[in-house]
């Protein structure tokens, strides 16, 4: 079924009459009786012509392609006699349905007759192979996978034109070069190119983000081996590309000349091998291994265009609502240079912009049913970074993810440094391993971070020391370039993860205690965190959203709490801050320690299992029962704040996750309901203790 962007679109071609079937096109492969097809990629030329890939959902080879012309052309194309028996013709519609025997690339024809795919096999080195395909652009490539009797063996491609298959057996033969898959055969007369198949998982947007240092690490790698004869690597041309999304999307044309006159200039000075069409996909982990794979498009130029090829297709990923990618992006640029790759910022940033601007119109081929909403947004992401000056990936990161950048005098272990955490140009979590067990660094990117490591060592000092069964970890030291602290890394399973299981109730009633134990310790920090700084956080989180009244709700039911008691506060507690060993329990991330109200923790955590129901059942009550027993753990060692007191904090504390919870795909739908259910009571909060009063 068409979407209003695609009928718009074909009611202003009118000289391609079957344009909006061929926009649909296994639709009208239904039509003609040939099964159940998907649309693999779509080129449009407009008033000239429309082609449209159509593959089995099998997986087979048995490829077709759906096509539409002007009437003249059609009328010329009809007369071809090899198309007369094979071709189904739609007339009154000036289109097409062609089955592999008569699509380009040619050298592909062969799998459509059993006997004439054996000698194709055969001569591929590839016989008695099963093949399935992977990836069809109709006139350019088709792709596939050869299974043996052990399982996937290859990746064979068949392309079309002598030039993009000595250029694709230049890359083939690159990428062996630089350690990835062996070049096993390549077949002139077939313009086929054999590859040994690749093992692990493609490298996705939402994979962890040592992933993408991992995949940064491998593209430096393979930017290192020699330069041989290829092609340089030609720059793209802005105009062209917004002359395409005003094709498809006349209301965006006067946006789209905007920003092409606004794109930083591009200068192809360096010359080393790139890969030329870099992005996430390209890459296939096997464990911490990363292998660059289609290296199609390889040639000489610079370094920063394959990482501005990537930057720009996580930037198209965000938009379709992958989250984090951000972080992602900087931690590939920092696996990158830490790996001794060299590119510019600037250099990146300009690239990122051409290459996103590209990416603009890619909803559109790829067939994505809001593709004109998509284009949109992708366009915005455009602004938004000619908007911004390029971003400086801290060389902070690259230098703490090198393998001698661990605790000074502990010796390195074998592997690269693995990135935990990251909040992009602020912070970040590094795990060494080392000979005398693992230690995680904390960077900071304005510089070393002098407070929380003497805070850390003071709560051992004074008590957190497991003495009680309750510690933070032992503090390994601190470097100042990079600027990162140490901490042991210490044993245990994350509260989180107990959640659900039989052992939650008593980790709960223990992690209360442990809450109960840190605020009876003297506190070892001057910071102090007021009820007013809580408010404070609450209205920026609102404040640019439909939910801005939640902050007012706050700000009434906040000032009638009396004052209280100052402890030692953790200030960021809920469960991903407790590690639970069957001795020990440890409490970690006290960066933000200050002396506060104790219901300030109490009500953070509480909301942060009131929001997990939310976001696993619906149901705000789901985890009531590990909730009381948090609080029968606290008891055990201190008294409790007033229940009024922690109700205001625990509504005040998830009031502030409609913000968080549009960092996060899955959580968003939780928003409405978290307003409402923080507006009902905070309000509810200050009719008791009115009623109270009176």
Same mark, same amino acid.
């Given at each position: ?8 679109? !074909? ?84 289109? /097409? ?19 004439? @795919? ?23 490539? /088709?792709?596939?996978? *050869? ?164 930057? !720009? ?77 390029? *971003? ?64 850390? *060592?003071?709560?051992? !000092? *004074? ?72 408010? !404070? ?114 509504? /005040?504390?998830?009031? @502030? ?38």
């Amino acid at each position: 079924m068409l979407s209003p962007a695609d009928e718009a679109l !074909a009611a202003r071609d009118p000289a391609l009459p079957g344009l909006s079937g061929v926009l649909d096109a296994p639709a009208l492969a239904g039509r003609a009786g040939l099964g159940r097809m998907r649309m693999s990629y779509l080129l449009y030329k407009p008033s000239t012509s429309c082609v449209a890939g159509l593959v089995p959902e099998d997986g087979s080879p048995a490829v077709w392609v759906a096509a539409t012309y002007r009437a003249e052309r059609y009328a010329e194309l009809r007369l071809r006699s090899e198309w007369a028996k094979r071709a189904v013709f739609l007339d009154g519609e000036c289109s /097409v349905l062609l089955p592999l025997p008569l699509i380009r690339p040619e050298g592909a024809r062969a799998l459509a007759w059993p006997g004439a @795919r054996s000698g194709l096999l055969a001569e591929l080195g590839l016989s008695a192979c099963d093949m399935r395909l992977l990836r069809f652009k109709p006139g350019r490539r /088709v792709v596939l996978r *050869a299974d043996g009797p052990e399982g996937p063996r290859a990746v064979v491609k068949f392309h079309h034109g002598a030039a993009a298959f000595e250029r694709a057996r230049a890359g083939a033969v690159h990428c062996e070069a630089a350690g990835g898959a062996r070049l096993l055969s390549a077949c002139p007369a077939r313009h086929a190119v054999v590859v040994g198949w690749t093992p692990g998982t493609t490298l996705e947007a939402d994979a962890p983000l040592d992933a993408f240092v991992c995949a940064g690490r491998a593209l430096a790698r393979a930017h290192r081996v020699s330069p041989r004869s290829l092609p340089r690597c030609a720059p793209a041309d802005p105009q062209m590309l917004g002359d395409a999304i005003g094709l498809l999307l006349p209301g965006l044309r006067q946006r789209a000349s905007v920003a092409v006159a606004r794109l930083p200039a591009i200068e192809m000075r360096s010359e080393i091998v790139i890969h030329g069409d870099f992005s996430v996909d390209q890459v296939v982990l096997d464990g911490r291994e990363a292998a660059l794979v289609d290296w199609d498009r390889v040639a000489v130029g610079p370094p920063a265009r394959d990482l501005g090829s990537a930057l !720009a297709a996580l930037d198209r990923d965000a938009v379709r609502g992958a989250d984090g990618t951000d972080a992602r992006g900087e931690a590939l640029v920092a696996g990158y240079r830490a790996a001794g790759g060299q590119a510019e910022d600037a250099e990146i940033a300009a690239h990122r912009a051409v290459a996103l601007l590209a990416l603009t119109t890619e909803g559109f081929r790829a067939r994505r049913p809001d593709w004109d909403h998509e284009a949109e947004e992708v366009l915005i992401r455009v602004e938004a970074l000619l908007d911004t000056p390029p *971003a400086r990936v801290t060389a902070n990161l690259a230098g703490a993810l090198k393998r001698n950048a661990g605790p000074p005098g502990r010796p390195a272990g074998p592997g690269d440094p693995v990135l935990l955490r990251l909040k992009p140009g602020r912070r970040a979590l590094i795990r060494h391993d080392g000979p005398n067990g693992a230690t995680l660094g904390k960077l900071r990117a304005k510089g070393p971070d002098r407070t929380a490591p003497r805070v850390q *060592a003071g709560m051992r !000092a *004074a008590g957190l020391d497991g003495r009680e069964g309750v510690a933070v970890p032992p503090v390994l030291g601190t470097r100042d370039v990079p600027p990162v602290w140490f901490q042991a890394e210490v044993p245990g399973t994350p509260l989180g993860a107990l959640i659900g299981g039989a052992k939650a109730a008593d980790a709960m009633r223990r992690t209360g205690r442990a809450l109960a134990v840190l605020h009876a310790t003297a506190p070892q920090s001057d910071r102090r965190w007021t009820l007013d700084d809580e408010l !404070a956080v609450l209205r920026r989180a609102v404040a640019d959203g439909p939910h801005g009244d939640l902050a007012d709700c706050a700000a009434e039911c906040l000032s009638s709490l009396p004052p209280a008691p100052e402890v030692g506060l953790h200030r960021d507690f809920y469960f991903d801050q407790v590690i639970v060993d069957d001795v020990m329990l440890w409490l970690v991330d006290l960066d933000l320690h200050a002396r506060g109200d104790a219901a300030v923790d109490i009500g953070n955590f509480l909301a942060h299992l009131t929001e997990l129901g939310l976001r696993h059942a619906a149901e705000p009550a789901l985890y009531r029962d590990l909730s009381a027993a948090f609080l029968e753990g606290y008891v055990q060692c201190n008294a409790l704040p007033c229940e009024g007191r922690i109700d205001a904090l625990h509504w /005040v504390s998830l009031a @502030r996750h409609v913000s968080i919870a549009r960092r996060f795909a899955e959580r968003r739908g939780t928003i409405p309901v978290i307003a409402e259910l923080c507006r009902t009571q905070l309000a509810r909060n200050m009719y008791t203790r009115r009623r109270a009063v009176v």
